[in-house]
């Protein structure tokens, strides 16, 4: 049976087991990356309604244009 090297140790003084698990909790914290919040699911009724965005461009007859199947 092999040993593994500890990731890492105490050099100077005699921690509690609750200073042990905060620093674990920090170590364990800072090498997540960072990710925001996924965004909400958007529903096809919803999206329905928005309009597409690409392709419209303001002028004249864009109200027409903005109302044409796509």
Avoid at 27 to 41: D, E, F, Q, T, W
Wanted: aromatic content about 4%; cysteine-free; glycine content about 12%.
């Amino acid at each position: 049976m092999s040993v593994e090297e500890p990731l890492f140790r105490i050099v100077r003084g005699v921690p509690t087991a609750e200073e042990l698990a905060a620093l674990v909790g920090a170590i364990v914290a800072r090498s997540r990356p960072v990710a925001g919040p996924a965004p909400a699911p958007t529903s096809a009724w919803a999206r329905s309604g928005r309009p597409a965005g690409a392709g419209l461009v303001p002028g004249t007859g864009a109200w027409r244009v903005s109302g044409l199947p796509r």
